[in-house]
T-cell receptor, first 112, second 111 residues
Framework: DVKVTQSSRYLVKRTGEKVFLECVQDMDHENMFWYRQDPGLGLRLIYFSYDVKMKEKGDIPEGYSVSREKKERFSLILESASTNQTSMYLC???????????FGEGSRLTVL | RKEVEQDPGPFNVPEGATVAFNCTYSNSASQSFFWYRQDCRKEPKLLMSVYSSGNEDGRFTAQLNRASQYISLLIRDSKLSDSATYLCVVNPTSGTYKYIFGTGTRLKVLA
């Protein structure tokens, strides 16, 4: 089975802190994604990566950056967390585009 | 108009009932369509892809109506375990990573 693992299920950070969310997949998938999910807004794409060191902005990249140094790992970085970044963050991977998305369990971030 | 729209529900149905959800999409050139299921406080998981000819998987049937730009999901003989949020997902451009998610339809199956 495909396994997408997100490093932290729950985080509480203060405004202005730098936040790292880590995601690792074990199926050698080329494509990896970071989404955030908010009530009434659904899942929105923050960033996408289709290869090591390759990234593309999604619909809401402002305030975020990403890193993909190894194929299996895709990190989301909040350089200076703000309260409006309080959300559920979901990492996903896929072999094809489009294709089935495999999600991690999510990281619920609260910024105080 | 949202790119993908779903009735948020909740749809409250008794066990054994048949329930159907629709999802409308705005981009007539959309190529691929999916239904995902998301349990409370869990990640979304693929339920089924939606093919032009329609497809069935056990109690679940998905259909695509390109003329009216909607997809549907029919659940027969509902089980308590079917209680979840069902997300409609559309890929508007073939061969790309772009997935547009609906906000989901919540289903509650009651004993």
């Amino acid at each position: 089975d495909v396994k997408v693992t997100q490093s932290s299920r729950y985080l509480v950070k203060r405004t202005g802190e730098k936040v790292f969310l880590e995601c690792v997949q074990d199926m050698d998938h080329e494509n990896m994604f970071w989404y955030r999910q908010d009530p009434g807004l659904g899942l929105r794409l923050i960033y996408f990566s289709y290869d090591v060191k390759m990234k593309e902005k999604g619909d809401i990249p402002e305030g975020y950056s990403v890193s993909r140094e190894k194929k299996e790992r895709f990190s989301l970085i909040l350089e200076s967390a703000s309260t409006n970044q309080t959300s559920m963050y979901l990492c996903a991977s896929s072999f094809l585009a489009p294709g089935e998305l495999f999600f991690g369990e999510g990281s619920r971030l609260t910024v105080l | 108009r949202k790119e993908v729209e779903q009735d948020p529900g909740p749809f409250n149905v008794p066990e054994g009932a048949t329930v159907a959800f629709n999802c409308t999409y705005s981009n007539s050139a959309s190529q691929s369509f999916f239904w995902y299921r998301q349990d409370c406080r869990k990640e979304p998981k693929l339920l089924m892809s939606v093919y032009s000819s329609g497809n069935e998987d056990g109690r679940f049937t998905a259909q695509l109506n390109r003329a009216s730009q909607y997809i549907s999901l029919l659940i027969r003989d509902s089980k308590l375990s079917d209680s979840a949020t069902y997300l409609c997902v559309v890929n508007p451009t073939s061969g790309t990573y772009k997935y547009i998610f609906g906000t989901g339809t919540r289903l509650k199956v009651l004993a």
